[in-house]
Nanobody, 116 residues
Framework: QVRLAESGGGSVQPGGSLRLSCVLS????????MGWYRQASGHQREMVAV???????HYAASVQGRFTISRDNTKTTVYLEMNNLKPEDTAVYYC??????????WGTGTLVTVSM
């Protein structure tokens, strides 16, 4: 069973930076894509960044140029480097893994708060 554990959330001022980490365990070889999604209060969950097994990356337009998704060589840890954070980036960030059967697995989320 795939399990995901996020860390790295917290509170920062606008313009600040945070780095989120997600550790994958169980079913590692069944996972194809991994990514980060977020859900702000009163909003639907949305894609932030995805990294395919090939290494190809995709970003939401709202974070392009500010956020970077990456992973380690073992493909068991995925990172989200977030720079120039804005108040509208405030949300619970969820790590996602999708297997080759298109089944989605989710972490429990980590809160990112951007405010003065």
């Amino acid at each position: 069973q795939v399990r995901l554990a996020e860390s790295g959330g917290g509170s920062v001022q606008p313009g600040g930076s945070l780095r989120l980490s997600c550790v994958l365990s169980g079913g590692v070889f069944s996972v194809n894509n991994m990514g980060w999604y977020r859900q702000a209060s009163g909003h639907q969950r949305e894609m932030v960044a995805v990294i395919e097994n090939s290494g190809r990356t995709h970003y939401a337009a709202s974070v392009q140029g500010r956020f970077t998704i990456s992973r380690d060589n073992t493909k068991t840890t995925v990172y989200l480097e977030m720079n120039n954070l804005k108040p509208e980036d405030t949300a619970v960030y969820y790590c996602n893994a999708q297997d080759y059967g298109f089944e989605d697995f989710w972490g429990t989320g980590t809160l990112v708060t951007v405010s003065m």
